[in-house]
């Protein structure tokens, strides 16, 4: 039998500032940068692939929260990375 978790009722009047919450901080910038120093070596394919393979990861949703947060930060570099391969190939066929 399940058991009954609801939150207790909250004011309406409070704003969304005022909530406490317990979800712990993502990891700092640095540790995510460190994690994801491979990517800007990476070829556009490379990155793509393992980007698709991350989107299939997540929709999948086998994965914990935890796990699925640092695919998501991986996901966001990779796209990024991506973007950018994309852009600078636009730049050179638009010279002249």
Known sequence: MA??????????????????????????????????????????????????DIVARLENGQVGLEDSMGLWQRGEVLAAHCAQWLDRAEARLTED
Do not use: I
């Open 3 to 52: 058991k009954d978790t609801r939150q207790p009722a909250r004011d309406d009047a409070a704003s969304a500032d005022d909530v406490e919450t317990t979800v712990d901080a993502p990891a700092d910038d640095a540790a995510v940068d460190e994690a994801n120093a491979d990517v800007a070596e990476m070829s556009y394919e490379a990155a793509r692939d393992e980007l698709v």
